[in-house]
T-cell receptor, first 111, second 113 residues
Framework: QQQVKQSPQSLIVQKGGISIINCAYE??????FPWYQQFPGKGPALLIA?????SEKKEGRFTISFNKSAKQFSLHIMDSQPGDSATYFC??????????FGDGTTLTVKP | DAGVIQSPRHEVTEMGQEVTLRCKPI?????LFWYRQTMMRGLELLIY????????DSGMPEDRFSAKMPNASFSTLKIQPSEPRDSAVYFC???????????FGPGTRLLVL
């Protein structure tokens, strides 16, 4: 049973555009929702994370929107840049620290 | 801090051989995670430790896989015997607290022929 579903699988955006990646989860036992960014040949790195007691968190050009009732959260990248081209993973964490990752979204930002 | 250190970075072995992957977490971190990444299955949590004690090994695929953490600064993931389907990138990550930021190592790229 897949606990977190991520979409789209791939995304192409023009420079300056908005990139939106969505995740939906199935279990209400999760209480921490991070997004990771991974460049080829590197390990994932935490980009931004949110807890379920807030509906939105913004850090620079990156924003997480969280809808607890719908069990969905999304990553918005404003003013997308070619350097943002990478694979993005959402994850859901239990309070015991166990992480389950989405399948990833490959983002390509065209100059 | 040097970050999470993994060795070797690349490993090529033949089916049936034993493979040992090594990880040094960030000093002071009390959680250590082992992940496997493949195109087919994505990023999977294999096992994680808290204060050197295994907490959840439900992601370990088979008895051929075993992991140990003899002290706070070292962990191993062993595959014996290895099979071609074990070919993947294996990541180690560490965090301070279960909800702390997980810092990933550079990974070990394993190819089993």
């Amino acid at each position: 049973q897949q606990q977190v579903k991520q979409s789209p699988q791939s995304l192409i955006v023009q420079k300056g555009g908005i990139s939106i990646i969505n995740c939906a989860y199935e279990n209400t036992a999760f209480d921490y929702f991070p997004w990771y960014q991974q460049f080829p040949g590197k390990g994932p790195a935490l980009l931004i994370a949110i807890r379920p007691d807030v509906s939105e968190k913004k850090e620079g050009r990156f924003t997480i929107s969280f809808n607890k009732s719908a069990k969905q959260f999304s990553l918005h990248i404003m003013d997308s840049q070619p350097g943002d081209s990478a694979t993005y993973f959402c994850a859901v964490n239990t309070n015991a620290g166990k992480s389950t990752f989405g399948d990833g979204t490959t983002l390509t930002v065209k100059p | 801090d040097a970050g999470v250190i993994q060795s070797p970075r690349h490993e090529v072995t033949e089916m049936g051989q034993e493979v040992t992957l090594r990880c040094k977490p960030i000093s002071g971190h009390d959680y250590l995670f082992w992940y496997r990444q493949t195109m087919m299955r994505g990023l999977e949590l294999l096992i994680y430790f808290n204060n050197n004690v295994p907490i959840d090994d439900s992601g370990m695929p088979e008895d051929r896989f075993s992991a140990k953490m003899p002290n706070a600064s070292f962990s191993t993931l062993k595959i014996q015997p290895s099979e071609p389907r074990d070919s993947a990138v294996y990541f180690c990550a560490s965090s301070f607290g279960g909800q702390g930021t997980q810092y990933f190592g550079p990974g070990t790229r394993l190819l089993v022929l």
